[in-house]
């Protein structure tokens, strides 16, 4: 059973920067991918970010390009997420979602497996 557990989630004025990590667990992820989503009180959940484990490959979305960075720990079964220049916007409810690859996918209903989630919150 695949297992993803998120952390890194906190406070954090506009400008500043969180890393959070989801750490996958249950299988062999190579031909699986990762992604980020968010969820902030009254709206639906939103896709960030794209990650392949194999290749590495990533996309972003465009509220968050230039400034969030997806990356992989092979070693570890961990994917990152590296947020920089945060705005007030980006509150939320981050979730680490894990799916079979089958190309670049933003759909929510498309990654079988997610975790718990994190509450980011940035203050203006």
């Known amino acids: 059973q695949v297992q993803l557990v998120e952390s890194g989630g906190g406070l954090v004025q506009a400008g500043g920067s969180l890393r959070l990590s989801c750490a996958a667990s249950?299988?062999?992820?190579?031909?699986?991918?990762l992604a980020w989503f968010r969820q902030a009180p009254g709206k639906e959940r939103e896709f960030v970010a794209f990650l392949s484990w194999s290749a590495g490959t990533t996309y972003y979305a465009d509220s968050v390009k230039g400034r969030f960075i997806i990356s992989r720990d092979n070693t570890k079964n961990t994917v990152y997420l590296q947020m920089n220049s945060l705005k007030p916007e980006d509150t939320a409810v981050y979730y680490c979602a894990c799916g079979v690859y089958l190309g670049i996918t933003t759909r929510p209903g498309f990654y079988a497996y997610w975790g718990q989630g994190t509450q980011v919150t940035v203050s203006s």
């Open positions: 249950g299988r062999t992820f190579s031909n699986y991918a």
